[in-house]
């Protein structure tokens, strides 16, 4: 299965937009406390058993500003912080750090989920403004998906033993507490559902 059609250097995606594959507010499965999660669209790993191969595909999905999902955020008091995920953040890292500077100066916390290592992150072959993004980032969970490594544990905070949870605000350490094991469902106004949530524990 290969979603992809283009690069992610073959996209234009305008200044202060993010090109993403969905948007949910007030999640509790994906970092501490009640947060927003933004899954980007785009990536060139396609882990086997992914939970978003949808997310693949780097051509335009939807578009929105930078500003306009700030106050999307904003306007849900719940929103504790937001969660960047999807496909792979860091091929938007430019965009995404204008929205964490917005976000952050207002008070919520950043964590971001990438397929890269955080040492390829900060290598001189990082995508562009990765460096930039890691410097907003309260906690990352950095490294691909790799079945062979499964955990499917329900109080692992990954899913699989390669990858790391990498938390830069010391405020954060005693927060570590979503759990694997849950799936959220939301229903958005027109219907559409969107499940989110580590879907591979088996009791």
């Known amino acids: 299965m290969n979603q992809q059609t283009v690069s992610p250097q073959q996209v234009s995606i305008p200044a202060g937009y993010l090109n993403i594959m969905g948007y949910v507010d007030e999640s509790e499965v994906n970092g501490p406390g009640v947060r927003a999660v933004v899954w980007l669209q785009g990536c060139d790993r396609h882990c086997d058993n992914c939970f978003n191969p949808q997310s693949w595909s780097f051509e335009i999905n939807q578009l929105i500003s930078v500003e306009a999902l700030a106050e999307q955020i904003l306007s849900q008091p719940r929103n504790q912080g937001v969660t960047f995920s999807g496909g792979e953040p860091f091929w938007q890292a430019i965009a995404l750090t204008q929205l964490a500077r917005r976000l952050k100066g207002e008070g919520l916390n950043i964590m971001s989920f990438s397929g890269f290592t955080l040492q390829e992150l900060q290598s001189p072959q990082a995508p562009a403004g990765a460096?930039?993004?890691?410097?907003?980032?309260?906690?990352?969970?950095?490294?691909?998906?790799?079945?062979?490594?499964?955990?499917?544990?329900?109080?692992?905070?990954?899913?699989?033993?390669?990858?790391?949870?990498?938390?830069?605000?010391?405020?954060?350490?005693?927060?570590?507490?979503?759990?694997?094991?849950?799936?959220?469902?939301?229903?958005?106004?027109?219907?559409?559902?969107?499940?989110?949530?580590?879907?591979?524990?088996?009791?």
């Open 131 to 203: 460096s930039d993004l890691l410097k907003e980032l309260d906690i990352l969970v950095d490294g691909p998906y790799q079945p062979s490594q499964a955990i499917n544990e329900a109080n692992s905070l990954v899913s699989s033993r390669n990858q790391r949870v990498r938390v830069f605000n010391p405020s954060l350490e005693n927060q570590l507490d979503w759990a694997s094991d849950q799936i959220e469902v939301h229903i958005l106004k027109d219907g559409t559902r969107i499940i989110t949530g580590f879907h591979g524990y088996q009791p």
